[in-house]
């Protein structure tokens, strides 16, 4: 079985067992942690596709981990100025173990 979450503005095809990283979400490391917003599961019966979500669907996880993401660098030059402006980022995230997908 699978699913289709939605988190974090984006979508993340998800099976039990395995681990995730999204957008950093506010909770503890090791706690449970429920993704209500399900577009769509997948059985051996068929598929489930919501409108826009599957209705009593939910997706448990447990929070492994929080970190933050590579750095990425923005680079802004103003040409015939001789002036630029160097600044970075790193996005805060959060990794996820799926423990069950309910349909």
Same mark, same amino acid.
């Given at each position: 079985?699978?699913?289709?979450?939605?988190? @974090?503005?984006?979508?993340?095809? $998800? $099976?039990?067992?395995?681990?995730?990283? !999204?957008?950093?979400?506010? +909770?503890? +490391?090791?706690?449970? $942690? +429920?993704?209500?917003? $399900?577009?769509?599961? &997948?059985? *051996?019966?068929?598929? %489930?596709? &919501?409108?826009?979500?599957?209705? @009593? +669907?939910?997706?448990?996880?447990? !929070?492994? *981990?929080?970190?933050? @993401?590579?750095?990425?660098?923005?680079?802004?030059?103003?040409?015939?100025?001789?002036?630029?402006? %160097?600044?970075?980022?790193?996005?805060?995230?959060?990794?996820?173990?799926?423990?069950?997908?309910?349909?």
């Amino acid at each position: 079985m699978y699913a289709i979450v939605e988190t @974090g503005g984006k979508q993340y095809r $998800v $099976v039990e067992g395995a681990k995730i990283t !999204v957008e950093k979400l506010t +909770a503890d +490391a090791g706690s449970q $942690v +429920a993704l209500e917003k $399900v577009l769509l599961v &997948g059985e *051996e019966g068929g598929l %489930k596709v &919501g409108a826009p979500y599957v209705e @009593g +669907a939910k997706v448990t996880c447990e !929070v492994v *981990e929080h970190l933050r @993401g590579p750095k990425v660098i923005v680079f802004h030059k103003w040409r015939r100025n001789d002036s630029h402006k %160097k600044t970075g980022h790193r996005q805060d995230l959060t990794t996820l173990k799926i423990t069950s997908i309910q349909a």
